[in-house]
């Protein structure tokens, strides 16, 4: 799945408002018996953007995860 897909599935982005859906947490696979790399929208991720990102980077903390995921929402909104 695009991850474009994926954030307009997750995430609501209005003017000056970005409201996270509650169910983010477990589809972002955000608990301790899930390895964070080998979620969908961590998948997603490195495929749109081909990186090379240890996964510790990736789940050095979620906020940078979720800033990267906005900022891709209001570049396409203002590109569109």
Do not use: C, H, R, W
Not at 9 to 33: C, H, R
Not at 50 to 68: A, K, R, W
Request: glycine residues 2%; proline residues 2%.
């Amino acid at each position: 799945m695009k991850l474009q897909n994926m954030i307009s599935k997750y995430l609501k982005v209005s003017l000056d408002k970005v409201t996270l859906d509650s169910y983010i947490i477990n589809d972002l696979g955000l608990t301790t018996e899930t390895n964070f790399s080998n979620t969908p929208l961590v998948k997603a991720l490195k495929k749109e953007f081909p990186l090379e990102m240890q996964d510790n980077m990736l789940s050095t903390t979620v906020g940078d995860l979720f800033y990267l995921i906005i900022l891709k929402k209001m570049i396409v909104k203002l590109l569109s």
